[in-house]
């Protein structure tokens, strides 16, 4: 059984950072692509990185050079580095797992965690 956890989110003041991590159980991680999605209240979800089996990167526009995503497959688990945080990043947070060979531009994964609250605050 896939399992993910996330973990790592918090509140903070704009400006400020926060690292994600999501672990990942139960599916052959290294070849899965793994993103990062948010959905805020009364919107949408919204992509906001990946990073494919090859450890190749896609953002979303207003992420790039503040975000970074990375991987490490030696412990099954995925993370997303977030500065410069601004109070419209404040989402919950949510790591997915697909073992699709196209992972950005979609929003159709397979897994997905029970996400982590991020809070920025003016």
């Known amino acids: 059984q896939v399992h993910l956890a996330e973990s790592g989110g918090g509140s903070v003041q704009s400006g400020g950072s926060l690292r994600l991590s999501c672990a990942a159980s139960g599916l052959e991680y290294s070849t899965y692509c793994m993103g990062w999605f948010r959905q805020a209240p009364g919107k949408e979800r919204e992509g906001v990185a990946t990073?494919?089996?090859?450890?190749?990167?896609n953002y979303a526009d207003s992420m790039k050079g503040r975000f970074t995503v990375s991987r490490d497959n030696a412990v099954n688990t995925l993370y997303l580095q977030m500065n410069s945080l601004k109070p419209e990043d404040t989402a919950m947070y949510f790591c997915?797992?697909?073992?699709?060979?196209?992972?950005?531009?979609?929003?159709?994964?397979?897994?997905w965690g029970q996400g982590t609250q991020v809070t920025v605050s003016s």
């Open positions: 990073i494919d089996s090859f450890g190749r990167t």
């Open positions: 997915a797992a697909d073992p699709s060979i196209r992972c950005w531009g979609r929003n159709e994964y397979a897994y």
